[in-house]
């Protein structure tokens, strides 16, 4: 079986999180919450994501995703 990599940086994938079968490691999740959303590196981050996602969410399967926001009252 093929070791799993990091969507972004390709490094073997030993903690972080999974997104439909595609792993973010630790350390890009990390960098990707503290980055400035109007950075480059952001920006990398973010096409990382959408070239490695873009296909499974695209299928026309209907996604049940939570809605995380808090709730303003």
Do not use: A, V
């Amino acid at each position: 079986m093929k070791k799993q990599t990091c969507i972004i940086c390709r490094k073997p994938l030993n903690d972080g999180i999974i997104l439909y079968g595609r792993g973010i490691c630790s350390n890009c999740e990390q960098k990707l919450i503290s980055t400035d959303m109007k950075t480059d590196f952001y920006n990398h981050y973010n096409e990382c994501i959408k070239r490695n996602l873009s296909q499974l969410l695209l299928r026309g399967e209907e996604n049940n995703w939570q809605n995380y926001r808090s709730e303003e009252h």
